[in-house]
Every structure is written in C-alpha cells, then in structure tokens.
C-alpha cells in the first residue's frame, strides 16, 4: 500500500509561484509513473504533469514551460512548480503514483489565483 501526501497549496495572486509537494510512503524510485492532476468546481479531473520512471515528462498544453515536474528521490518525494500562476489555475491539485500497475492518489492540495 502506497500513501501519498500533498502539501504546498494556497492562496497566491496572479503571475504568481507555488511550488507542490508530493510525499511517498514508499520508495519514489520504484514508481513506474507519477503525476499531478487538477479538479476546478464543475469540471472533470484533467492531467496537469506526468513523470515517468526513466525521467520522461509529459505537460498538459496550457502550462507548459509555466511548470515543471521533477522528483527527489532521497526524500521520496514528487514536485510541481507552478510559476506565472493564471486564475484558470485555480483548482484542487491532486497527486497520482502507479506501482506494480496499482494506482494510488493523494487526498488533494487546494490551488487558489486570485487577486
């Protein structure tokens, strides 16, 4: 069983950074992919970020070269820096780990752009 934590979220005006935290129960290095996913009121679950096992990213269109995502695996730990923050931003952000083809999610961070 894999736990995953999220941290980092709040409340930041517009063009604005914030950066996401992601911390594993188990070790991050055996993880075949991670990712940071994103829920606004009313809309389904969309993929902000996916980072693979061999260090291959994959950025939804909209937030490329405004985040990255990367991963300290001393501190078994996932992250999302979000610079140059939108109010379209604004949703719960939530962390996603595949192990042995089981997927685990975090309980959600709250991410919110406004002035």
């Known amino acids: 069983q894999v736990q995953l934590v999220e941290s980092g979220g709040g409340l930041v005006q517009p063009g604005g950074s914030l950066r996401l935290s992601c911390a594993t129960s188990?070790?991050?290095?055996?993880?075949?992919?991670m990712g940071w996913y994103r829920q606004a009121p009313g809309n389904g679950r969309e993929l902000v970020a996916t980072?693979?096992?061999?260090?291959?990213?994959n950025y939804k269109d909209s937030v490329k070269v405004r985040f990255t995502i990367y991963r300290d695996n001393a501190k078994n730990t996932m992250y999302l820096q979000m610079n140059s923050l939108k109010p379209e931003d604004t949703a719960v952000y939530y962390c996603k780990a595949v192990s042995e083809q089981i997927e685990y999610w975090g309980q959600g961070t709250q991410v919110t752009v406004s002035s």
């Open positions: 188990g070790s991050i290095s055996k993880m075949q992919v």
């Open positions: 980072l693979t096992a061999g260090y291959n990213t």
